[in-house]
């Protein structure tokens, strides 16, 4: 099975996880930090590619290892 997620998702992750990251104690240097380096990651940036590429590669490589674990696993337990 291949998984794999569009632009818009991982935009739609990426807000998701900086919306639960802002909600903690950070310094507002930092929070700054990061609402700047959000607004550079648009659809068609090179940064928003890579990420893509990445979440993508982690995504597969966790179903192959998945998969792999399943095989090893007794039935018994």
Do not use: F, Q, Y
Not at 7 to 24: D, K, P
Not at 48 to 75: C, E, F, T
């Amino acid at each position: 099975m291949k998984v794999e997620i569009d632009v818009e998702e991982a935009r739609e992750l990426l807000a998701c996880v900086l919306s639960h990251v802002l909600e903690t104690d950070l310094s507002s240097a930092d929070r700054t930090s990061l609402r700047k380096w959000t607004t550079k990651m648009t659809p068609g940036s090179d940064g928003m590619r890579d990420l893509l590429a990445k979440v993508n590669a982690d995504l597969s490589r966790a179903l192959v290892n998945k998969k792999k674990s399943a095989v090893r696993k007794p039935d018994w337990r």
